[in-house]
């Protein structure tokens, strides 16, 4: 079998250049310029694919992108596509596609047997299962997960590159059949910047299957014209790019497709590009699809659209059938009875379902009149076949029930014009009940449609209707009229016009439970019926109850039959059962293409502390903060992060450890309001501070729960620095900006973010003085909560004396570019008394221990400053961000959760428990964060429980049914060490 | 993605902007409990021309007033927070 339907001439396929692919690990020929579902029949393949529940036979019945029936995978490993269209991908060389839904192959499909129990799969089926009793669920989830569901998903990542691209234009054309190039040639012409958008690989649109005569030049000639004309004009083409999405103010995603679905990329390593493109006018000439029609065994291989036929026998070269019905309610099928009949086939009948005084009188219907068997008032009642193909069709003609012998049924059931774009704009429709046609009506957008999309009919009106609209977007933007004044024009124009006469009635003879409207979800027009009886009124419950239009396709082909089967049942009019949404994207998208370059390490920003590389050295145990990378652990030797943080706390409870606290909010606040305007921010007092000394403060929400924590420190009179958590900080400066500019514009201060302005140094523990004046001299170590200044190793320095981890501590500050050299010398006059560094982890345990609360662990949004137990520290007079809503009577209920310590009796406290009452269960709280006893040993947590600092003493359980631990724990206040704060103190 | 005409930028992209909140639900400082309580959890969600607070954030950083109909999006001013609008009360 080798392209024995290949005509020997014609089409635009390259004979010359032989592309060979597999379909199925069988290997074809196909010739450049053939898409994979033409090189394949033209091979005699059929059978394309099993259908999504019943797993009936399908082949190809479409020559685009709205193909329902033949999905494949194509590629392999990270490259694997699934659920493209056979009809929708360029063959190239080494392509390897497969057929989906079927096992263990297509030929042989042992699921096939399904159809002959669905009967017992009804529209409605997963919603009336779930009704059920739920094991019988669990028996029909089996079987329906193994038989349903399209292609799979690749399990490789896809290592291809995918990049996303913003443009701007004047004007968008999307799609350059003959309306849009004519649209963007008259833009163009009128000073425009076009980009012209064309999904398919050729310009050209319906040109490509139906050649005509376009002033005075074959078609081919036209499109070349039209082409340098564009380009030279500064316009950009783009080919292969779908318009996937239409928003708002103008913007449109394209989606280009760099490579072929599978297919290796260049040198680039580009599979695919989003272009963005915010546009002033735009121009839909997005053509119409033609729709299929009712009869049983509508599905089978061998029932293709008419249109379709035409182009795979015009622009591919491959007859798809010799004995062919054709069945239609337009003039256009005629004309693909005409080509059928020229390349030798053999036409059976042309069943039209109009009665001969409706017909058309279209050229050629009236040269198909001559000499083919045209039948009016006709009707198709069934194809008959098997995976095969198809063997015969039984008709109504001349109210006689007659049996046709053929191999291929081309139907045509009307034409829809692509009106997908203009819904996502915003716009409406309106409905031309003779053509039984949504076309768009009003443009919410600055957008209209053109040729075959806005509902013209043949190829005069389709060149006018763009040619008008170019003009009009042009002259929407302000610029001068065209250069040239008249449209193109065509000749022969009334050959091309299609007079559909729609028609939704099926033969009455017609077994509904075959006449599939929705392919690619299986929904038959019974399913539709029975839905409808069951009360399933509304399009949108039906869609979702029926499934129908809710595959990947979105019921491109189906939806319109659909709608007018509802309507026909309701007995009112198509336009009144509503429509359901158009949402994008118009075809499938990949994922990789969405993603573009943001994937992996490129997914969020890194933000490295200015001393990353220095902490690299140590080959520390790193954790992320927000965007920031900074230590956990420097483990030593063969240390693991316990063994390593449990050390570097010790460390500090009794000599000296230094960590890097550069990622720390930061705020400068000057002026002479800077003190007013903190007490906006700061629920605590911060007017009263002297010169030099700093306090610990808490920033509020409007709802009146903690935000933030930080310290606040008196540099000078009318100078403040502030300080907020890692995680918070960017936060923190948003909040401080929207105080400062919408609450308090009247305030003269100043605010500015010098987060990565500083860094520090904290150095904490017994031995914390004596590191600070070895390296500064006696007396430069300010006392707790004061502030002082000196050189460190030659540099200029701020030290805070603040502890976070409940020892002696400072914080020292050098400018961010020469904090180098402070560090080193730091650490090292902390190494040579004993000491070491610590990371995020020892931090971690030694604040547990302290009961220090920390943004994200107790400060969760959730508490306020009275349930973690700092309510005194609050100004009584209030005034500040967040006072009005803690007089809510529920900030103040007792049973409140409270921050409380526990300790445990027996056991570890696991992580992330909750609590729960050591009688009844009841749970009562739950523990925020889980630690040690860095001296003397022993398991100890954070947590909140209800009406807490009322319970200590009180025993409860722990648990964390997931982990399946717990442990007894004991109530007690939330600090562990050094109760009375000496520590701190010299 | 709306296109937002800055008053200091021209036309951004919305993915520059952060929206804060409706006008009417600014909390001021000194707000009384009763009228704290809508502007906190009842907000109106209007469908029509609505006052918004929205944030430069990925731009100059300015405080911005919009003048958006949420039912098509249209924009009918943007205004820096301070600016009243000719003619109009915001
Ligand atoms: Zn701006």
Known sequence: MSQTLRQTKGGRIDRSRTIRFQFDGKTHKGFEGDTLASALLADGVKLFGRSFKYHRPRGVMAAGIEEPSALVGAGTAGRYEANTRATDLFIYPGLKAVSQNRWPSLGLDLLSGISLISPFIPAGFYYKTFFGPPKLWMVYEHFIRMAAGLGKAPKVADKDGYEHRAAFCDVLVVGSGPAGLAAALAASASGAKVILAEQDRELGGSLLTDAATIDGQASDEWIAAATTSLLAKGGRILTRTTAAGFYDHGLLNLIERVTEPGQAPGADGLAQRLWRVRAGQVILATGALERPRLFAGNDLPGVMLSGAVRTYLNRYGVRTGQKVVLTTDNDDAYRTALALAEAGAQIVAILDSRAASAAGNSLSLRRAQTRLPVHFGAKLIAAKGSAKGVKSAKALIDGQITNLVCDLIAVSGGFSPVVHLHMQAGGTLSWNETTGAFSPDISRQNQTTAGAASGADGLGQTLTSGWEAGLAAAKALGLKGSSVKTPPACAEADDQVCRSLADWLPAPQTNLKKAFVDYQNDVTAADLDLAWREGYRSVEHMKRYTTLGMATDQGKTSNLVGLARLALAEGRPVPSVGLTTFRPPYTPVTLGVLAGEHTGAHLSPRRRPVLYQVHAAQKPIWQPVGYWHRPRAYPQGREDLHQSAHRESLAVRTKVGVTDVSTLGKFDVVGPDAAAFLELVCATTVGKLAVGRGRYTLMLREDGMVMDDGTVWRVAENRFFLTSSTGGADRMSAHLSYVRKVLAPQLKVTVANVQEHWAAAAIAGPLAKAVVENLMGEGAAPRHMSLGFGPLAGIPTMILAASYSGERAFEIYAPSHQIGPVWDAIVEQARGLGGCLYGLEALEILRIEKGHIVVGGEIDGRATADDLGLGKMLRPSGGFVGATALGRPAMSDPQRLQLIGLEAISGTIPEGSMLITAKGAVPCGHVTAAGMNVVQGGSIALGFLQGGRARLGDVLTATSPTRKQAAQVKVVAPVFYDLAGDQYRD | ?90
Request: net charge negative; charged share 20%; with cysteine.
């Open chain 2, 1 to 90: 993605m709306l296109l937002i005409h800055c008053p200091h930028c021209g036309p951004r992209a919305q993915a520059e902007f952060v929206f804060e909140r409706p006008l009417e639900s600014i909390i001021q400082i000194d707000e009384a409990l009763p009228d704290l309580i809508p502007k906190l959890y009842s907000r109106v969600n209007p469908k029509g021309p609505s006052w918004e607070l929205w944030r430069h954030t990925y731009g100059c950083q300015s405080w911005l007033k919009l003048h958006r109909d949420t039912h098509n999006h249209t924009i009918h001013a943007v205004l820096e927070i301070g600016q009243t609008p000719e003619g109009g009360d915001a």
